[in-house]
């Protein structure tokens, strides 16, 4: 390719970047990313919920997904970064369920805004640079990372993303954690949500009375994204039924029925584990 070649074809790819967030996706992660039907519905489908204004106090997308299939590269890695593209003046509030978890959320982002923010949309960092915050160069847009019981203070958020809140089968199954956590929901980033703002829950459904199934039973204004590692019927990415997830990822029908056996032939809840983890049922 000659030089004009090369610059064309990167102005390209930014534009590309800045319209559809299964390009930036793409775009910023370059020979790390590998694009899976799973990838592009989720980018296409979490592009639709934070652009779209319904008029409503507020929005809930919850998702379950596998682990280990990109969803955190796919959501909380990266969503934020590009979200800034679109809405420079908006906060936005990471939660997982320990500190260390979420600072990584917040420096995955921080450094995309850094080597990609300016070129796509003239937005920097600002002076406040942290693992758990960080500021755009306006001074008003700003991204918050914490654990989700730390106590989450601050300015209202037109964003929250909320990725593993539960850390373990135990965790889900003690009735004072799943307590702790919706009063911190309640009390806590529920209350921090500005007008019209947008919430992603992304967790496992380890328990019937979790986080995810009191959102659903309780809320008004909630989508459910459930991405079953084996096909289901009237799946949502059009797989037929028994179909893996990621085939792209080397997860292919060989894979998911030897992984399958390995949980469902343990008599010390294999299958619960993967029902809740894979199935996400």
């Known amino acids: ?6 610059i064309e074809a990167e102005l390209a790819q930014r534009e590309l970047a800045r319209r559809s967030y299964s390009e930036y996706l793409a775009y910023v ?3 790390l990313w590998k694009r899976t039907r799973m990838s592009k519905y989720l980018a296409d489908e979490v592009q639709k919920f934070v652009m779209t204004n319904t008029g409503n106090a507020y929005d809930i997308l919850v998702i379950a997904t596998p682990p280990q299939h990109g969803k955190s590269m796919t959501l909380s890695e990266s969503l934020p970064s590009w979200y800034f593209t679109k809405f420079p003046n908006n906060r936005v509030i990471i ?24 070129a796509l949309a003239g937005i920097q960092i600002g002076n406040v640079d942290k693992s758990t915050e960080f500021e755009l160069s306006n001074g008003i847009g700003r991204l918050i990372s914490r654990g989700i019981m730390s ?22 199954d003690s009735e004072t954690t799943r307590a702790k956590l919706w009063a911190e929901w309640q009390n806590s980033l529920k209350s921090r949500l500005a007008a019209g703002a947008k919430v992603i829950l992304i967790m496992t459904p380890w328990h019937e009375d979790d986080l995810r199934a009191r959102l659903l039973n309780s809320e008004k204004n909630v989508k459910y994204i459930r991405l079953p590692v084996e096909a289901e ?49």
């Open 151 to 172: 106590g989450i203070t601050g300015n209202p958020a037109n964003l929250i993303i909320i990725d593993d809140p539960i850390k373990n089968r135990e965790e889900a």
């Open 233 to 281: 019927d009237d799946d949502p990415l059009g797989r037929k039924k028994g179909d893996p997830l990621c085939p792209e990822l080397g997860k292919d029908m060989n894979w998911l029925i030897q992984f399958r056996e390995s949980y469902v032939n343990d008599p010390n809840g294999g299958s619960r584990a993967w029902q809740a983890l894979y199935q996400c049922s």
């Open 29 to 31: 992660h370059g020979v």
């Open 1 to 6: 390719m000659t030089d004009i070649e090369i």
């Open 95 to 118: 939660a997982s369920y320990n500190e260390d978890t979420a600072a990584k959320f917040g420096r995955k982002n921080s450094d995309k805004v850094k080597r990609f923010g300016n």
